[in-house]
């Protein structure tokens, strides 16, 4: 089979076509998928860059990529749920390999999968870590305030409105959660954009971080919940009520990165504790709820995207797809890479469409 991977750890430069073995069914709980459609997340120019290195143990050949998308095409004798042929989507973070014709997982390493909504594109279920993200935040923040329902009419400001995981967040806090108003940051070129992607009266008040005061301009104490998809919650704070809730999309508990990373070394799990706890202190000081994101994708979660799906509720937004057959789409890929790489914002998910790799 052919996968998008690295055979030096020298970054998105280095990404090539590589040629590998078809995987096979071992084990009996085992699915073989076939690949159409891979989401780009931050974490793969850190890992084809070496950097992950120090928390987990990869080699050379390295497949990158984790969100996929794509149909069952082989599974173990004990696997009842799926078939062949089913649509299905999904991620495994840092046992990437997603980024090929053929992917195989196992129990360990499926670390989400679920049948596709009906009248989703492979695409649009592509991006499935900011979908499942987004979406858990959500529930999160509703059990913060005491369960299902709890962020009926509240102010929802969601940091990074039309980034990957942001716009999926934005679009469902009042059509779905009830929101009562919806704020989101956006940069300077991309203001024009807000009513565009969402349409009119989705989002109520979006604030360019690059030339406004963010603060001054939301006001201290107006917010009931701040999802932080960018790193930069904190600076915000003061915007968030006494009681209020503080989510942060980059902020993980030891609980959280065991699930992610099924080698998290002890001293790492003891350092992301470290790094919650002096968070949970500085937002305490205001009297803020604050936590990390929360990856426990349960059978709920599974649910209200097969709904929210199919009645048009769930609308990911796919800034840019790229086409592996048209002769340059590798170059692309490494040049988004180097974007993500470099902190830069993108717009949504960038999408690469796998079927055109074989004729690579």
């Not at 089913?86 to 840092?94: E, L």
């Not at 009042?174 to 070129?189: D, M």
């Not at 994708?297 to 086409?323: C, Q, S, T």
Request: aromatic share 8%; hydrophobic share 40%; charged share 20%.
């Amino acid at each position: 089979m052919k996968a998008l991977g690295v055979s030096t750890f020298n970054g998105p430069s280095s990404l090539e076509v590589l040629t590998l073995p078809d995987p096979k069914i071992q084990g009996p709980d085992d699915l073989i998928v076939h690949v159409h459609a891979l989401g780009l997340n931050r974490s793969d120019p850190m890992r084809i860059s070496g950097w992950s290195r120090i928390v987990e143990t990869i080699s050379l050949p390295l497949v990158m990529g984790a969100d996929f998308s794509g149909t069952v095409k082989e599974t173990g004798d004990n696997v009842q749920e799926y078939k062949i042929g089913d649509r299905v989507y999904g991620f495994s973070f840092w046992v990437h390999g997603a980024g090929a014709q053929y992917l195989h997982l196992t129990p360990e390493t499926r670390h989400f999968i679920s049948k596709m909504p009906d009248g989703m594109s492979f695409e649009e279920m592509a991006g499935t870590s900011s979908i499942c993200t987004a979406i858990c935040a959500l529930f999160q923040a509703e059990a913060k305030f005491g369960g299902p329902g709890c962020l009926k009419g509240k102010t929802v400001f969601v940091v990074g409105g039309l980034g990957g995981v942001g716009n999926v967040a934005v679009s469902l806090a009042k059509g779905v959660f009830g929101a009562g108003k919806v704020i989101t940051t956006v940069s300077s070129g991309k203001v024009g954009m807000v009513e565009e992607v969402f349409g009119e009266g989705i989002v109520d008040q979006v604030v360019d971080y690059g030339k406004q005061d963010v603060v001054k301009s939301v006001g201290k104490g107006k917010v009931d919940f701040l999802f932080d998809t960018v790193g930069t919650g904190m600076a915000y704070v003061e915007v968030v009520k006494e009681g209020g809730v503080l989510l942060s999309l980059l902020s993980k508990s030891s609980e959280t990165l065991k699930r992610e990373l099924l080698t998290a070394p002890v001293w790492m799990c003891w350092i992301v504790d470290a790094m919650l706890g002096v968070q949970w202190w500085r937002a305490g000081r205001w009297g803020v709820q604050y936590d990390g994101t929360s990856t426990n994708f349960d059978g709920r979660f599974a649910n209200a995207v097969e709904k929210w799906g199919r009645e048009g509720k769930l609308k990911p937004l796919v800034g840019r797809v790229i086409d592996l057959g048209n002769g340059e789409g590798l170059k692309e890929v490494k040049a988004v890479l180097e974007m993500i790489g470099s902190t830069k914002g993108t717009l949504g998910k960038t999408v690469v469409k796998m079927d055109g790799l074989s004729d690579n």
